[in-house]
């Protein structure tokens, strides 16, 4: 597992969208944080093995029950089959991309549950220990339920066409796809022998189309079982995201206009060079025009987030707005504090 110190590091290095939108004084630019996961898993966790008990016990009365569902509700027969195997698949992707966890995805495991969205009784912990004991793990994470709901709703609108050079009203077709996926997760502790956390999750996916009448409408819509694994697949990754610090893109700016000098910090800003540009951003910082020196100063407060250095970017953040009332600096504050304390949760979920 790698250290809250090392992605420290990580940020340092910190990848930045080259510009994407101009105002007649600032840009906009994107940078990757991490962020903390929504639940402190204890620190003791650091190995975990991820595998599917939502499918139900072998027997001739379950197989039945699931093709008649299947049957009557629209939905590809053993749709939740693979929309499962997706679910897991898309909670060892989120696990493997974050820092907190080594994880294994073990399809080979043949664990039974039932088949609903009615949680079975825990996994015996003989078990347990046997399957964390065979793959060096320090728990299990277990996808104990999973089922999902479809639903297409088709309409049409009227709308403006050109037609021939003459606009006309001509009736267009609507078709949406809605799937609901229900999961169940559990994550069994073998060393205090206790579930650290028994969490259902529900999510919702959609896609639209629209066509020149109903058929075509429906024929851009995703056929219905690649939509339920594109659900499963999500609901895992969003599962990933509740017990496990994540990367984000998040949006900035900093200003490129109030100064000559600005414009060279730009070029260096887009080539990541921070320093270079943090350097010319620092000399307008003492500049006789208050305008000058707060653009200055708040970008001052940019650099030292990309940096890592939150304390210090909250308090160039801070002499922007309050010393020289740049309005931006105002929502730039709330958000370097929000950081901070993330920070605080992350080096408690990071901890060795």
């Known amino acids: 597992m790698k250290t809250l110190k090392n992605y420290t590091l990580t940020i340092l290095s910190i990848a930045v969208i080259s510009v994407l939108i101009s105002s007649c004084a600032s840009t906009s630019m994107s940078i990757q944080i991490l962020i903390p996961a929504q639940i402190n898993v204890p620190s003791h966790i650091k190995k975990v093995v991820i595998a599917n008990r939502s499918l139900p016990a072998k027997g001739e009365g379950n197989q039945l029950k699931i093709f008649l569902e299947g049957f009557i509700t629209g939905e590809s027969i053993l749709a939740d089959r693979e929309g499962s195997m997706n679910c897991v698949d898309g909670l060892a992707n989120k696990l493997v991309s974050s820092p907190r966890f080594e994880a294994s995805l073990m399809n080979t495991l043949d664990l039974r549950g039932t088949g609903t969205r009615q949680f079975p009784i825990p996994l015996d912990w003989k078990e347990v220990e046997r399957v964390c004991k065979q793959y060096n ?8 339920t999973f ?26 077709f609507l078709a949406d796809l809605n799937i609901n996926v229900n999961a169940g997760w559990r994550i069994y502790d073998i060393k205090n ?23 075509k409408a429906r024929a851009g819509l995703p056929d219905k079982r690649r939509a339920i694994n594109d659900a499963g697949y999500f609901a895992g990754q969003q ?12 949006g900035r700016s900093y200003f490129v206009k109030g100064h000559d000098d600005f414009k060279t910090a730009k070029r260096f ?62 929502e730039y504050i709330n958000i370097l504090n929000r950081r901070i304390m993330d920070q605080q949760r992350l080096e408690k979920q990071m901890e060795e």
Request: charged share 35%; aromatic share 10%.
């Open 239 to 250: 599962y990933g995201v509740r017990i496990s610090p994540n990367w984000i893109w998040s």
């Open 147 to 172: 089922d999902s709901n479809l639903h297409i709703k088709e309409g049409d609108k009227d709308v403006k066409r050109t037609v021939d050079g003459k606009e006309i009203i001509v009736k267009e």
């Open 269 to 330: 800003a887009r080539a990541k060079d921070w320093d270079g540009a943090a350097e010319i951003w620092m000399k307008s910082t003492t500049d006789a025009d208050p305008k000058v020196a707060g653009r200055a100063a708040y970008n001052m407060a940019l650099f030292h987030e990309v940096k890592g250095n939150l304390d210090e970017a909250l308090e160039w953040a801070e002499k922007a707005y309050k010393n020289y009332n740049i309005k931006k600096g105002r």
């Open 193 to 215: 022998k206790r579930i650290v956390d028994e969490s259902t999750f529900t999510d919702e996916k959609g896609w639209g189309a629209r066509g020149e009448n109903p058929k």
């Open 137 to 144: 793990a320090d728990a299990l994470i277990l996808l104990e």
